[in-house]
């Protein structure tokens, strides 16, 4: 493996060549690259090593060795997938150092306007691969065979696709020279910022893209061209930085689209076995997003192999299995994972008549051989009835042959409007336990939000529940009740609890701004004075910190208030509070 990207520490940013650390602190180097893409790699097939990493740009980024054996083995199509050519898919992996960056300080500048499911991962590596296998007569394996691997932390699948097509055929061509060219455009782009549209220059072709933001539409339209640029050439515009064609995906598995859904909503271990890291990592993605606006919080591997580090930690039959949803392409994991609840088997895509042929339910006692067929193979019952209006529509779409962008968009609708559905309820029942804005006072603490009570939720369904927004009939309660076992209620209440905290906190800091502090002072000891003193500081600190929503105006009348304070006090009390 390379020895630029040896293993360590990870870095402060430097150039391609060599630089000093005092030069590449002031410069701050690689800053811009940084916010889009942590590295590039380039990953070779080597006869006496097999899959080697050849390549890591920025050169003196560093990768642990855990980190790099798994860029190495998830980069390469196992031998069953039989991929020929040049193939695109993803995958997913642990961060293995863990000593946080120095930009990495910078992401609520991202997150904070960012929707949940869209957030910089602060634990894991996204690796976007453009493989390619031809037949070569010069080497002596016979084939040519190579990866050019993009490691970010945004999941932008449709983005980083995009440049890889672009740059990948290009880079195979002319080598070294090219990748150094195109990461050095890379670190001129503006970072990412939620809610703008962005021009993206890379090999003469201008990427035009909308970075999504929390109070976007959840239909975002595609981002119009920048009238007053006049850009040579017109920018080749993407509709989405990270939606996959939700209904390619999902051809094979429309009729237990809703199954699928309730079993990514309660966090449900599931394999997906395909025949390709391709469609194994599509397949996934899709899955992940069927949960948007809820933020999907359970592990997933868009593609997994039996070389990765986690192997042993998904196989094992000692526990039950993790909350993880698995991609594979390796027929031996039908055996390995035999004990996990949930198998999802899909096949080439095959058109039989205008429906796409439609995996069976099938029990999990079935999987017992290599050649096991397509199928869903699980035990679990659906909690909702299937919406038999939608599977009219789509077939009704196929036979009238309408656009796929058109078929993609309407099962999305309809997954993020069930999605919403389930939340409002949970969302209401929530922002009833907090407290009155009239019960807080600014000289007391503020009060608690009152504590999450299943019961008392389930009851306020009857008349404020799901059926209010959604037609299907169904275990309504059934599903709430296994929703608050799984991860993804934890993730969303602790969440949805730390806002209303901070809303809290903003509230109480506004009441002691508008409060007349000279009439307060009057009767109060120094020690009760200078409490107030700190206190307000450290809500300061906090608000300025973007820990609570407050405004400018306001944080300003709470310096004024501090200063009011202060003066108030001895001067030897002000001298401690305000050492020069």
Known sequence: MDPLSGAGPRRARGRLGAASPGARAAAAPWARFSAWLECVCVVTFDLELGQALELVYPS????TDKEKSSICYLSFPDSHSGCLGDTQFSFRIRQC?????????EDWHYNSGA????????????????FRQVKDSSVKRGYFQKSLVLVSRLPFVRLFQALLSLIAPEYFDKLAPCLEAVCSEIDQWPAPMPGQTLNLPVMGVVLQVHVPSRVDRPE???????SHENLLPAPVVLTSVHELDLFRCFQPVLTHVQTLWELMLLGEPLVVLAPSPAMSSEMVLALISCLQPLKFCCDYRPYFTIHDSEFKEFTTRTQAPPNVVLGVTNPFFIKTLQHWPHILRVGEPKMSGDLPKQVKLKKPSRL?????????YTTYSAHLHRDKALLKRLLKGLQKKRPWDTQTALLRRHLLELTQSFIIPLEHYMASLMPLQKS??????????RPFRQDDFLRSLEHAGPQLTCILKGDWLGLYRRFFKSPHFDGWYRQRHKEMAQKLEALHLEAICEANIETWMKDKSEVEVVDLVLKLREKLVQ????????????????QLHIETVIGSLPKDLQAVLCPP
């Open 543 to 558: 608000a300025q910190g973007h820990q609570l929503p407050v405004k400018e105006a306001a944080l300003q009348r709470a």
């Open 60 to 63: 003196d980024f560093r990768l």
């Open 220 to 226: 975002h339209s595609p981002p119009k061209q920048c």
């Open 368 to 376: 017992k051989t290599l050649d096991t067929k397509p199928g869903l």
């Open 115 to 130: 929707p949940v499911s869209l957030q910089r991962e602060p634990a894991h590596y996204f690796g976007y691969v453009y």
């Open 440 to 449: 807080i006072t600014p000289w007391k603490t503020p009060p608690q939000i």
């Open 97 to 105: 150092g863990r000593q946080k960056s120095p930009w990495h300080a």
